[in-house]
């Protein structure tokens, strides 16, 4: 089955660096590869997902990008804020109809310091 | 929209015992699931469903039953705790396949 790596495990910055999470899976037949946000003692939050067809996403501060070929993603955060503290999880995607089952990543807990 | 919604927000039972988490959402979405997540482990899938009537098992169904009798509801049984079931479980939905899937605030579990 699929299996997803996730690095660094923790990771600290200082306020306005940039911050750089990677993720390895193992099914080149994974097509959709969501990024989640967990605060503490809260729900996990989608943030940004990408999907095989495409290299690269961006949201403001927040960029995927996906090498389908190394079968590897990453999050990139720009201008990394106090409030960007929590953990973060990949996520890989299996299936093209019907339910596409998601295997996380055991995340990275992000730290920015002021 | 309340969206997904879980209880209780805590319990604490005796292994052995049964007892059934719930969850309901509001959104009208096809797709629930059910994940438990342990420190160091990120989530993991133990069971989902595509509609009302159908369930299927995920990636750690072992010691869990789920029905799903209409749209909005989708209940999570634990049969006979046992410690190894001390997580937190979280709920999720999603209207079609590969699109965003969004949690319950969770359920803290301990079996002693």
């Known amino acids: 089955g699929e299996n997803v790596e996730q690095h660094p495990s923790t990771l600290s910055v200082q306020e306005g660096d940039s911050a750089v999470i990677k993720c390895t899976y193992s099914?080149?037949?994974?097509?959709?590869f969501p990024w989640y946000k967990q605060e503490l003692g809260k729900r996990p939050q989608l943030i940004i997902d990408?999907?095989?067809?495409?290299g690269e996403k961006k949201d403001q501060r927040i960029a995927v990008t996906l090498n389908k070929t190394a079968k590897h993603f990453s999050l990139h955060i720009t201008e990394t804020q106090p409030e960007d503290s929590a953990v973060y999880f990949c996520?890989?995607?299996?299936?093209?109809?019907?339910?596409?089952?998601?295997?996380f990543g055991t995340g990275t807990r992000l730290l920015v310091s002021p | 929209n309340a969206g997904v919604t879980q209880t209780p927000k805590f319990q604490v039972l005796k292994t052995g015992q049964s007892m059934t988490l719930q969850c309901a959402q509001d959104?009208?979405?096809?797709?629930m699931s059910w994940y438990r997540q342990d420190p160091g482990m990120g989530l993991r899938l133990i069971h989902y469903?595509?509609?009302?009537?159908?369930?299927d098992q995920g990636e750690v169904p072992n010691g869990y039953n789920v029905s799903r009798s209409t749209t909005e509801d989708f209940p999570l049984r634990l049969l006979s705790a046992a410690p190894s079931q001390t997580s937190v479980y979280f709920c999720?939905?999603?209207?079609?396949?590969?699109?965003?899937?969004?949690f319950g605030p969770g359920t803290r579990l301990t079996v002693l």
């Open positions: 999720a939905s999603s209207r079609t396949s590969g699109t965003e899937q969004f």
């Open positions: 099914d080149s037949a994974s097509n959709y």
């Open positions: 990408i999907r095989s067809n495409v």
């Open positions: 996520a890989a995607g299996l299936g093209n109809t019907g339910f596409q089952k998601l295997v």
């Open positions: 959104m009208n979405h096809e797709y």
């Open positions: 469903s595509v509609g009302a009537g159908i369930t």
